[in-house]
């Protein structure tokens, strides 16, 4: 069953009183279970597609399914709630919550998703990302490593069958990239769609599909050239 | 690139700098003017109104010297001129003029509303050369009044009451006079009564005619009792015609009493001064309070802005540019909201010179009034502001400019904050999920910030308590007044009479046959001064019998002993007295002359035996015994009576006003509602002071909520990216924002307690000595207080919710900071 699914989506902009097309006539389908990884260049628009598939972003033209639920004219507030309970995110800067502690920052993700029993969820989160003894510390006490791991595992006590990550290592040492990378590969095999954007080409490697996209066109939809490798033969 | 071109385009970045927080900046910059421009004005009060008053004063020839006999005594008009003949200097007088100033009731009734209040005549040449009068409405007196019932009406009391500029009085004795014009005089700026103070233009008129018309009023004809005098301003000249006036008036009027006043110790002249300087030096605090608010807010902004300027400064230092370089730019924003303050606070300050200048005129309508704008004080709050903005820049830029270039640039999570005090909180859970527990964390997140805030509310809070605090203050007090004055009695009126009189004679039996009176118990009071190891005080003493069924003193501590001479003082005569329960008093009074040709000064001393409960300081009770001891046994001057059934107070002193031994028939809380109703004018200067303190309060608040919004924006952005809504958004900040109010007007409200504290107990007492103030703050105060230090913070955040909805959410979840 496909989770998102994209239907001649094209996304304008008008910056300094020229248009300019993020994304032109771009459809695509994936599928739980499924690690997709979006790679291309700087403004070619992988994060205008992810950002339309979070529901951060509307398309100026096109349909948008995801989790079954046709987000692409729907209002202000339904698109709130679809974010609560359709989509969760895992950024480049991370974005925690300065003032919260690292189980604060997970049990956030479960508490806005409404699951039950909140603390006890993102305690086990915690513990999935390797950071069970980390609850109590405030994110300037982490190392950058470890706050993409309280990052993901926020993201992923809130439940959604969809994880969209921009940028996930960018920046973190290599090190660090391949366990969060480790992390975010598992997450596909738990029956969630993950939507991981990069320009790092050797992350694509690791992909059940790579979708490529140049000048707001998508030029590539297909499994990584030359087979799918293990994260442990990654190198960059 | 030429040095013009530099500067030039540093000014430009620096006013591009300004304008990306251009709403910020005019916040603060307003905040700055407000702070400036109340400082000018309100530090420039004391120096109009000493001004103000010193002109008005040279302008209408005030005395230096009263010479008054003891009340009920008169001598031969030329009497006491010709005693000047003594003053070895003749030229140390350079004025005299003889008066006669006789009590008497006067009633100003017109139309439904009844004005019957104790008063006086003062009688002088028409054309004085001492005191003269301030023709304000009407025509002054002329040569052609001598001797004709015309007077004119002391101002301030007929513009108490909205009087016509002309018309008809009746005095006590059933007397009548026109008068044909309201007049102010030296002595009467501030109108002050027997037992009152302050404010006493409600309860208290003064006519002033031609001498033969005082004289012809009063039956004294021929006769006078004041000298009013202007004395050379030579060191020591006061005191040489004092003394050798006093020596030669011993010769010249044996067994007659006379006491001296000199013209500052006067009180009218004494008060506007004291007042001028005890509300100054409040007004000083509350301008300081308002500058540093601004600051406190000046400082939060430039702060933010140089923490948002923190990689370009880090890549400045990188690329090899100096430190004082590097410093241009945010110098340049605190010079701009300097500049922008200081602009803002011309306006500012003309608007509050403006109204300050109309408060002084209500308060104290001076025939002369000197209230230019003080340029020197203007630069004075302008330098201020300048100097606070400068200095809310150099403290957070220094600590900018201390780190090392890698610090400044480093991004992610090598950049990532200490959270402030966060760390106090580790461990505790407040109910609520995550969401529940941000607010508390981000108050204790940037304690800075959250510092300055509160300091800056917490002024603005203490400013509103101080201010609404002294005037509950007034009122508890009153209130404890007015319920003494009327305890046993809410119907007790007082009626003085001009002289004391034997208890059986027939205008008393007269007036007791009165069918409007019905219960009655007569009283002495006397006019004393109260002295004890070298201390002394005015006061009336009151001959009264402690169970009186009409009225007695309430007494919080001692007796007042039946068989054995006793004396009952104020809490706050014993404070300033250095005396208590046990100890002597000294006690001068006016007694009458064996002959009862007049009255004369004897002295006794009695033992203090109880304090009353009476916050007044100049009432004191005495019994029989020692009236006796005092050769004043039997003597009666005031009674207090009740009207007769389905009779009312005006009844009584209609009936009364045609007896002429009657000087006053008033309430017996008469004083204490003048007293109120003078307080009641100060209503404006809060509800006005209040107002700017909110808007100031509201400023400081928004500054805070905008510098939290944007410093938030990726926080924000991020729980809208998890579906957190605007309004839940909005809501935290809310929260956020009451912790923070709450906290400003805790702090507020003890710093507003502290300086309440000193104007009652330090200012106050030097103002208005006579009142034992009750500090009190009412619980519309402490609404008051909380209005303006949570109710704005805590709204403040609402102010936000556009630029919230405004977010450019992916955008600001990339953004690198």
């Avoid at chain 2, 060191?235 to 006043?261: K, M, N, Y």
């Avoid at chain 2, 030096?281 to 400082?299: C, K």
């Avoid at chain 2, 579906?723 to 906290?743: K, M, Y």
């Avoid at chain 2, 919230?804 to 955008?811: K, N, Q, W």
Wanted: charged letters at 20%; proline letters at 5%.
């Amino acid at each position: 069953m496909a989770l998102v699914e994209l239907s001649g989506v094209t996304r304008r902009y008008t910056v300094g009183g020229s248009e300019v097309v993020a994304l032109s006539d771009v459809s695509l389908r994936v599928r739980a279970e499924e690690f997709v990884v979006v790679l291309g260049p700087s403004g070619s628009g992988k994060t205008t597609l992810l950002n339309i598939i979070g529901a951060l972003d509307s398309p100026s033209a096109g349909r948008v399914i995801v989790a079954g639920q046709d987000i692409s004219r729907a209002s202000r507030r339904a698109l709130f709630a679809f974010r609560r309970h359709g989509v969760s995110f895992v950024f480049q800067t991370f974005n925690l919550f300065p003032a919260l502690t690292a189980l604060e920052n997970v049990e956030f993700g479960a508490d806005v998703a409404g699951r039950a029993n909140a603390r006890l969820l993102a305690g086990e989160m915690l513990e999935r990302v390797g950071l069970g003894r980390r609850g109590a510390h405030f994110p300037h006490e982490l190392s950058g490593g470890e706050q993409q791991r309280v990052s993901i595992a926020r993201a992923l006590a809130s439940g959604n069958p969809i994880l969209l990550a921009d940028e996930p290592t960018g920046e973190l040492d290599f090190q660090t990239g391949i366990q969060i990378l480790e992390l975010l590969h598992a997450q596909a095999h738990t029956g969630r769609a993950v939507l991981v954007v990069t320009h790092n080409r050797e992350i694509a490697r690791v992909a059940d599909r790579v979708i490529e996209l140049s000048s707001g066109h998508l030029v590539r939809d297909e499994p990584p050239e030359g087979g799918q490798v293990e994260i442990t033969d990654l190198r960059w | 690139m030429s040095r013009w071109q530099r500067l030039s385009l540093w000014l430009r970045w620096g006013l591009r700098d300004a304008r990306r927080r251009w709403l910020q900046v005019l916040s603060i910059a307003l905040l700055l003017g407000l702070g400036v421009g109340m400082y000018s004005a309100m530090s420039s009060m004391g120096s109009w109104r000493t001004a103000s008053a010193d002109a008005s004063f040279a302008a209408l020839q005030m005395h230096d010297l009263r010479l008054s006999l003891t009340p009920g005594s008169f001598v031969a008009q030329g009497k006491l001129s010709r005693a000047l003949a003594v003053i070895a200097d003749h030229r140390l007088v350079t004025a005299a003029e003889e008066r006669l100033v006789i009590p008497t009731q006067i009633d100003a009734s017109g139309g439904r509303r009844s004005i019957i209040v104790p008063g006086r005549i003062v009688g002088a040449d028409v054309q004085p050369t001492v005191d003269r009068l301030a023709t304000v409405r009407g025509r002054p007196l002329r040569t052609a009044d001598n001797g004709l019932p015309v007077v004119q009406l002391e101002r301030n009391f007929a513009k108490h009451y909205g009087l016509a500029g002309a018309g008809t009085l009746r005095l006590g004795g059933g007397r009548q006079v026109r008068y044909i014009g309201q007049a102010l005089a030296p002595e009467y700026f501030i109108v002050t009564a027997p037992g009152a103070d302050f404010g006493a233009e409600a309860s208290f008129a003064v006519l002033f005619g031609s001498l033969p018309t005082a004289q012809r009023l009063s039956g004294q004809r021929g006769r006078v009792n004041e000298l009013v005098l202007r004395v050379k301003p030579d060191r020591g000249a006061l005191a040489a015609v004092q003394s050798e006036l006093g020596r030669g008036l011993r010769v010249a009027l044996p067994g007659i009493g006379f006491t001296f006043t000199r013209g500052s110790q006067e009180a009218a002249r004494r008060l506007i001064y004291e007042d001028a300087q005890g509300d100054q030096q409040m007004m000083d605090i509350f301008a300081a309070l308002l500058l540093g608010a601004a600051a406190f807010a000046a400082f939060n902004l430039v702060s933010r802005t140089i923490e948002a300027q923190r990689r370009e400064i880090g890549i400045g230092m990188a690329l090899g540019v100096r430190r004082r370089v590097l410093a241009r730019r945010p110098l340049l924003l605190g010079g701009q909201v300097a500049v922008l303050g200081i602009a803002l606070g011309i306006p500012a300050g003309f608007a509050a010179n403006a109204w300050l200048r109309s408060v002084m005129q209500s308060f104290v309508p001076l025939p002369v009034l000197r209230t230019p704008m003080q340029v020197g004080v203007f630069a004075e709050g302008a330098a201020l502001g300048l100097v606070v903005s400068m200095l809310a820049t150099a403290i957070p830029l220094r600590r900018a400019l201390a780190v090392t270039p890698d610090e400044a640039i480093s991004v992610g999570a090598r950049a990532a904050k200490s959270s402030g005090l966060v760390w106090m909180t580790r461990g505790l859970r407040l109910p609520g999920g995550s969401l529940s527990n941000m607010p508390l964390r981000n108050v204790l997140r940037a304690p800075r910030r959250t510092l300055m805030t509160v300091l800056g509310i917490g002024a603005v809070v203490a400013i509103t308590l101080a201010l609404a605090g002294v005037i509950d203050s007034f009122n508890t007090t009153l209130d404890a007044s007015r319920a003494e004055a009327l305890a046993g009695s809410g119907q007790r009126l007082t009626v003085d009479l001009a002289t004391p009189q034997p208890r059986d004679s027939a205008p008393l039996r007269g007036m007791i046959a009165s069918p409007v009176i019905g219960a009655v118990q007569p009283s002495l009071r006397l006019p004393v001064t109260l002295s004890a190891g070298g201390r002394q005080l005015g006061a009336f003493l009151e001959v009264v019998a402690i169970h009186g069924r009409l009225w007695h003193p309430t007494l919080r501590v001692g007796t007042l002993p039946a068989a054995r001479p006793g004396l009952v003082i104020a809490e706050r005569a014993a404070q300033d007295l250095h005396v208590r329960i046990g100890d002597l008093l000294e006690v001068r009074y006016p007694a009458p002359t064996p002959a009862r040709r007049g009255y004369q000064l004897a002295s006794a001393t009695l033992p203090i035996t109880g304090i009353h409960a009476n916050p007044m300081r100049f009432l004191a009770y005495t019994n029989q015994s020692a009236a006796i001891r005092m050769q004043l046994g039997g003597l009666v001057d005031r009674l207090s009576v009740t009207p007769t059934s389905g009779r009312t107070a005006d009844d009584v002193r209609r009936a009364l006003l045609a007896v002429p031994a009657v000087t006053a028939v008033q309430g017996a809380a008469a004083m204490t509602d003048a007293f109120r109703q003078t307080m009641s004018q100060f209503t404006d200067v809060l509800v006005v002071t209040v107002a700017i303190a909110m808007i100031m309060a509201l400023l400081i608040a928004y500054n805070s909520a905008a510098i939290n919004a944007e410093e938030r924006t990726r926080e924000h952005a991020t729980m809208f990216a998890y579906g957190i809504s605007p309004g839940r958004v909005i809501g935290g900040n809310v929260v956020e924002a009451l912790l923070t109010g709450t906290l400003a007007t805790v702090v507020g409200v003890a710093v507003g307690y502290g300086i309440l504290r000193w104007v009652v107990d330090v200012s106050m007492r030097e103002t208005l000595p006579d009142l034992g103030f009750l500090i009190s703050i009412s619980t519309g105060t402490l609404a008051l207080a909380a209005l303006a230090g949570i109710l704005g913070v805590t709204l403040a955040p609402l102010l936000t919710l556009g630029r919230l909805r405004r977010i450019d959410v992916p955008s600001a979840l990339r953004v690198v900071e």
